[in-house]
């Protein structure tokens, strides 16, 4: 059973920047593709972003490009989301989940129903 926890939310002034991580633990975690998913208040979840087992190839939503960036620490098993210039848009719990085969880490972000793990999420506040 694989296990993901999330942290770093908190609440974040228009403007600012947050980083939340992901870390993986359990069997063959380190095979598994991680991505962000987000759900804002009477929303449903979407992809943000996700990268593929090795750190190599990863994709952005539209809505954060620019903004968000994605990295993988393999060492550690973590999974890193740098997220910078925050709007009220982006006030959202924030999951990070796994899957272990995929075709392309955009098609994991576009399938948020597809994952095989999910993590109890944190939240990210951007208010002032």
């Known amino acids: 059973q694989l296990q993901l926890v999330e942290s770093g939310g908190g609440l974040v002034q228009p403007g600012g920047s947050l980083r939340l991580s992901c870390a993986a633990s359990?069997?063959?975690?380190?095979?598994?593709?991680i991505g962000w998913f987000r759900q804002a208040p009477g929303k449903e979840r979407e992809g943000v972003s996700c990268?593929?087992?090795?750190?190599?190839?990863?994709y952005l939503a539209d809505s954060v490009k620019g903004r968000f960036t994605i990295s993988r620490d393999v060492a550690r098993n973590t999974v890193y989301l740098q997220m910078s210039i925050l709007n009220s848009e982006d006030t959202a719990v924030y999951y990070c989940?796994?899957?272990?085969?995929?075709?392309?880490?955009?098609?994991?972000?576009?399938?948020?129903?597809?994952?095989?793990?999910w993590g109890k999420g944190t939240l990210v506040t951007v208010s002032s």
């Open positions: 359990g069997p063959a975690s380190v095979d598994h593709a």
């Open positions: 990268i593929d087992s090795v750190g190599s190839t990863m």
């Open positions: 989940a796994a899957r272990r085969f995929i075709s392309t880490p955009q098609a994991m972000c576009s399938y948020p129903t597809s994952m095989d793990y």
